[in-house]
C-alpha cells in the first residue's frame, strides 16, 4: 500500500487495523509518513504508542523491526554482531585442514556470512515491499551515549561496521520512537522528529477503542468497564491502568461471562487492571463499591 495522502486516509488506515486514534494524533502519523521524519510519541504505559507503530506497518503492508530498548543498550548490540561460536568453528575448520593464508582466512571470517544483523541494521536493507517500520521502544530506559548515536543513525540513516564498510538505507525507514518518560529524552534527539504526547482516551474514545479490540462485550458492560477505569485514573495509584489494561480487563470478564460489574467481580480479577499490591490493597472492600457506584452515576442513560 502507498502512503496515504490525507490525514483522514491515514485515520482509516489506522481503523483497519483496529487502531482508534483522534485527528491530532492521525496528523502528525501523516505529516510523518509525508515528510518521511521520525516519529517521537510519548505517553504513560499502556496508551498504545507501541500499538500504532504495528498499526502503521500492517497497514502500510510493510516489515515492522522492533529495536527493544534496555539499560546498557550500546551500539553494537543495535545495530549488529559477529557470529563468533561460527568464526571459531571456521577457525578450526581451517587449522585442521591445513589453510595458512592467514588473510584469506580473515577476510572469510569477517565479511556478511557471519554477520549477525540486529534491528537497525536490519532496518537499512532494502525492501521488495518497501522501507520497513522502524520501532525504537522505550528509549527513556537506554542512557545518554546512545542517544547520542542515533543522532547520527538518524540523520544520515546508515550505519559503518569498521570491517565492512558504510551501509546507507537505499530508502529511508519509517522511524516510530516512544518513551514513557521514565526520564527527559535529550532535546537534540527531539529535534530530529515530530513529537506527540499520546495521552489517556475520553470516554467515547475508549468505548470505541474497546469495541474494536473486544467486540463480544456487550454495550452495557463496555460502557460500566470504561466508567470504572476512567473513574479508577482520578486515584492516587502508583501506575495508573492504560487502555491496554481495560482491553486486557474486558476479555478477562469476558472469559469469566460476566454480564455487568460487582465489587465481588472486581476484587476477583484486580490484577487484570493494577500491577502494584499497595494499589489493589486500596481499592479492596468498599473502595471498589464506592468507585463502582461513582462510575455508574456518570454514566449517561444508554
Known amino acids: 500500500m502507498q502512503i496515504p495522502q490525507s490525514i483522514d486516509a491515514v485515520a482509516r ?10 485527528r491530532d494524533l492521525a496528523t502528525v502519523v501523516f505529516l510523518a509518513l509525508k515528510l ?16 500504532i507503530a504495528k498499526a502503521i506497518a500492517a497497514a502500510l503492508g510493510r516489515r515492522l523491526i522492533r529495536l527493544q530498548c534496555y539499560e546498557g543498550l550500546d551500539a553494537a548490540s543495535a545495530v549488529y554482531e559477529w557470529n563468533f561460536p561460527a568464526q571459531m568453528i571456521a577457525i578450526r575448520t581451517a587449522e585442521a ?20 544483523e540486529r534491528p537497525l541494521l536490519q532496518a537499512m536493507r532494502p525492501d521488495a515491499n518497501g522501507a520497513p517500520v522502524l520501532l525504537i521502544d522505550e528509549l527513556d530506559r537506554t542512557d545518554e551515549p546512545f542517544e547520542a548515536f542515533l543522532l547520527e543513525a538518524l540523520s544520515d540513516f546508515q550505519v559503518t561496521i569498521p570491517e565492512l564498510g558504510t551501509i546507507k538505507a537505499p530508502e529511508p525507514p519509517i522511524v516510530i520512537l516512544t518513551s514513557n518518560r521514565t526520564r527527559e529524552v535529550h532535546d537534540a534527539l527531539k529535534r530530529r522528529c515530530l513529537y506527540h504526547w499520546v495521552d489517556y482516551p475520553d470516554f467515547d ?30 486515584e492516587d495509584l502508583f501506575k495508573k491502568p492504560g487502555v491496554a489494561e481495560t482491553i486486557d480487563w474486558a476479555k478477562c470478564l469476558l472469559a469469566l461471562d460476566v454480564i455487568n460489574l460487582s465489587p465481588e467481580v472486581i476484587a476477583d480479577t484486580m490484577g487484570a487492571i493494577l500491577k502494584y ?8 472492600g468498599s473502595e471498589a463499591r464506592r468507585l ?3 462510575a455508574r452515576k456518570s454514566l449517561a442513560p444508554v
Open 13 to 22: 488506515a489506522l481503523a483497519g487495523q483496529n487502531y482508534v486514534c483522534g
Open 205 to 234: 474514545r475508549e468505548i470505541a477503542i474497546l469495541q474494536a479490540r473486544a467486540p463480544e462485550a456487550s454495550e452495557a458492560l463496555s460502557r460500566e468497564i470504561v466508567a470504572f477505569v476512567q473513574k479508577l485514573r482520578t
Open 97 to 116: 585442514a591445513g589453510h595458512a593464508d592467514r588473510e584469506a582466512l580473515q577476510a572469510q571470517l569477517f565479511s556478511a556470512d557471519y554477520l549477525t
Open 36 to 51: 518521511g521524519r521520525p516519529l517521537f510519541l510519548e505517553g504513560e504505559a499502556g496508551v498504545g504508542k507501541t500499538e
Open 277 to 284: 499490591q499497595d494499589d489493589i490493597a486500596r481499592l479492596q
Open 292 to 294: 463502582l457506584d461513582e
